[in-house]
């Protein structure tokens, strides 16, 4: 129980809050995903949700594929890191997190597949709003990517393939 008690205690600090009451509806409880460890300690209680209850949102979006998008991760989230918080809900095809080309840093999301919409809606609903590697994460389906327009060709060109760049003003 270590590990809850100084996980309140630094809430507390970080909240500039009272001590949290014993009623279940003030409670703020708080769940440690972490790579490190294999199966989370028989001691500690079950995990949950951020903010108190183990209710249903009700405006979620039903899944229609078995893919979902995870917001709210650490830039020090790998794709290793990610597999092993997700894979304990079924079988993983694919864990992605979303990198910047030119720094290599992840940019905060990423994507994971699993074989069957089952296993991805028990992957949300168990890790939606779970802490990971010290950030709170978020799971939602993953959209459709949208389609960009075919490039229109510049009816501006000469025939020749030279195309006419006419500047206004002083660039110097």
Same mark, same amino acid.
């Given at each position: 129980? @270590?590990?809850?008690?100084?996980?309140? *205690?630094?809430?507390?600090? %970080?909240?500039?809050?009272?001590?949290?009451?014993?009623?279940?509806?003030?409670?703020?409880?708080? @769940?440690?995903?972490?790579?490190?460890?294999?199966?989370?300690?028989?001691?500690?209680?079950?995990?949950?949700?951020?903010?108190?209850?183990?209710? &249903?949102?009700?405006?979620? #979006? #039903?899944?229609?594929? #078995?893919?979902?998008? /995870?917001?709210?991760?650490?830039? %020090?989230?790998?794709? &290793?890191?990610?597999?092993?918080?997700?894979?304990?809900?079924?079988?993983?095809? =694919?864990?992605?997190?979303?990198?910047?080309?030119?720094?290599?840093?992840?940019?905060?999301?990423?994507?994971?597949?699993?074989?069957? %919409?089952? =296993?991805?809606?028990? @992957?949300?609903?168990?890790?939606?709003?779970?802490?990971?590697?010290?950030?709170? !994460?978020? /799971?939602?389906?993953?959209?459709?990517? &949208?389609?960009? #327009?075919?490039?229109?060709?510049?009816? @501006?060109?000469?025939?020749?393939?030279?195309? !006419?760049?006419? *500047?206004?003003?002083?660039?110097?």
């Amino acid at each position: 129980m @270590a590990l809850s008690s100084s996980s309140s *205690t630094l809430l507390r600090r %970080l909240l500039g809050s009272t001590p949290l009451s014993s009623s279940r509806s003030s409670v703020l409880r708080a @769940a440690f995903c972490s790579s490190s460890s294999a199966a989370p300690s028989p001691t500690l209680p079950p995990p949950s949700t951020i903010f108190g209850d183990d209710t &249903e949102v009700a405006n979620v #979006p #039903p899944l229609t594929t #078995p893919k979902l998008f /995870v917001s709210g991760l650490s830039r %020090l989230t790998t794709d &290793e890191k990610l597999k092993s918080a997700f894979a304990p809900f079924g079988q993983l095809l =694919e864990a992605k997190v979303i990198t910047d080309r030119v720094s290599g840093r992840s940019k905060g999301f990423g994507f994971v597949r699993y074989a069957s %919409l089952e =296993e991805a809606e028990t @992957a949300r609903q168990e890790m939606n709003a779970k802490f990971l590697d010290g950030w709170v !994460i978020f /799971v939602d389906p993953a959209k459709q990517r &949208e389609q960009k #327009p075919a490039p229109q060709p510049d009816t @501006a060109s000469s025939h020749a393939g030279f195309t !006419i760049n006419k *500047t206004v003003g002083w660039c110097g």
